[in-house]
């Protein structure tokens, strides 16, 4: 079925095809609304609207090895998850921290409809006033800004954040929350971060919790740069 519809688009788009099918797997979102750094504003991601044109196709060639992608137009994002546990991405507890952060200041964001957009504008200063507020923290260890802007890296990798300006490594990032924040980690998941977090705080042990996605795991990361401790940060 997929080869008798592929032979039939024209040659030019079987190339993008095969690109657009790469990025995915690369990335796991694709999402309509992205920034254009050139403009300075929001702009239409041709990705997506070339998955648009030929979802079924991406449909019946991603299932062939396990990989199921989905489409949500109301917020712009493709998705693509996996049936194998194998192809999961495991993350270090400080970047799912970081991402339980993002997640939660995004549904604030929302819910006081102080921005219209599908994506929300942040900055690194707050995050981290993000991460005070709501009591986000490894007792005992100190998450250092080496540690921020990796995860930060990764999470614009994955098109979960897209960045404004400023640099990673100096801690004067502004991005946008992209909506597929939410295929990252759903609610069900934020109700179990959020008990695994209370069971950090009694008990001093991050346990290896299931996010979505992607899970935690165990991390001696000792890195440390020019960022202050959160903790020490509340003036941000």
Do not use: C
Not at 45 to 61: A, C, G
Not at 88 to 117: H, V, W
Not at 200 to 221: F, K, M, P, V
Request: proline share 3%; hydrophobic share 35%.
């Amino acid at each position: 079925m997929f080869e008798e519809e592929f032979i039939k688009i024209p040659t030019g788009d079987q190339r993008e095809f095969s690109r657009v099918v790469n990025v995915l797997l690369l990335k796991s979102f694709i999402v309509r609304d992205v920034f254009d750094p050139k403009e300075k504003i929001m702009r239409i991601n041709s990705d997506y609207r070339f998955i648009e044109r030929y979802f079924p196709l991406f449909e019946d060639y991603l299932k062939y090895s396990g990989w199921h992608i989905e489409r949500e137009d109301l917020s712009g994002v493709v998705s693509l998850s996996n049936e194998y546990q194998d192809n999961q991405t495991r993350l270090d507890r400080e970047t799912s921290l970081l991402l339980f952060a993002l997640r939660l200041i995004y549904e604030d964001e929302k819910k006081e409809g102080s921005q219209t957009n599908a994506a929300v504008y942040i900055t690194t200063p707050g995050l981290l006033k993000a991460l005070i507020e709501h009591g986000i923290q490894i007792p005992g260890k100190r998450l250092t800004g080496r540690q921020i802007a990796r995860s930060l890296r990764f999470f614009a990798n994955h098109n979960i954040i897209n960045k404004v300006s400023g640099t990673y490594d100096e801690g004067n990032v502004s991005f946008y929350i992209l909506p597929s924040i939410t295929y990252a980690l759903d609610n069900d998941k934020i109700v179990a971060m959020s008990k695994a977090l209370d069971e950090l705080n009694n008990h001093n042990e991050l346990n290896g919790t299931e996010i979505g996605r992607l899970s935690t795991e165990s991390s001696d990361n000792s890195e440390e740069n020019n960022y202050e401790n959160v903790n020490e940060n509340k003036s941000n």
